[in-house]
């Protein structure tokens, strides 16, 4: 398998065409996979935002008052209020927010980034990335595009490339009702191929100023398994966050 990024990409503004920017830079195959930063396709359809856009309610400014206490620096509650704005779930308020989007990723500040937004103060994640990568994916020679962020995770250091929107394939690789080596058969292995894919092109994209948004994996092959459309867990058998309502409601 090889993994490479695609150069010379300029700086995406709205309104820019990313397959046509894309196709001009790289050739590629149908089984290429085609990893796309969510910042670009954010810049591309215009969400970014400026602080001025999000006046503070009561509940916004109630929360910045308690971030300011806990971190000891000033938290503007317009940006709380576009966190709210962007959330359907706020399930850890204090010492930062996590929340849901509205599309079902969990994430600090519900991904809103403060870097890299040259046309606003902010730069929010696409409304619906998987119709962004079907959009994308519709225009290029590529079957399979992601749209890619990075995160922290639970108990570890550190943040990763994980994928929050998909186009061309499944997001897990299901191994159940297959055998190990011992003849054993699997009864709960989904492997999660769309944040391990998504993982290895932030490798090489990276988190600064490299001007690299866009990295193409090639002679990924699925093999014989089945597929998962599963991804962003259900509640349902969501155990941590289970648990985080109830320590929140305590």
């Known amino acids: 398998m090889e ?8 700086e995406v503004r709205p309104g820019h065409d990313l397959a046509a920017l894309i196709r001009e830079r790289v050739d590629l195959r149908p ?12 810049k591309a359809e215009g969400r970014s935002a400026d602080l001025s856009a999000f006046p503070a309610g009561p509940r916004a400014r109630e929360v910045a008052a308690t971030l300011t206490e806990h971190a000891g620096e000033e938290t503007d509650p317009r940006f709380v209020q576009a966190v709210l704005e962007e959330s ?21 500040n519900a991904g809103i980034d403060r870097s890299n937004a ?11 990335p998987s119709e962004s990568a079907e959009r994308i994916r519709e225009r290029l020679p590529a079957d399979r595009v992601l749209v890619t962020d990075t995160c922290g995770r639970p108990f570890r250091e550190g943040q990763r490339g994980v994928a929050i929107g998909w186009a061309g394939l499944a997001p897990g690789r299901d191994w159940r009702g297959e055998t190990d080596r011992d003849g054993r058969e699997l009864g709960v292995a989904v492997e999660n191929v769309a944040d391990e894919l998504a993982a290895a092109a932030n490798l090489l994209a990276g988190e600064g100023d490299g001007g690299t948004p866009v990295v193409v994996v090639r002679g990924f092959e699925w093999g014989d398994h089945g597929e998962s459309d599963a991804h962003f867990r259900e509640i349902e058998t969501d155990v941590v966050r289970r648990a985080i309502r109830a320590w929140s409601n305590e």
């Open 88 to 108: 359907v779930e706020v399930l850890i308020q204090t010492p930062f927010l996590l929340t849901e989007t509205r599309f079902g990723h969990v994430g600090v």
């Open 3 to 10: 993994v490479f990024v695609v150069p010379d990409l300029p």
């Open 31 to 42: 089984d290429d996979v085609v990893c796309v930063a969510s910042t670009v396709v954010s």
């Open 118 to 128: 040259p046309d606003g103060d902010l730069l929010l994640l696409p409304e619906r």
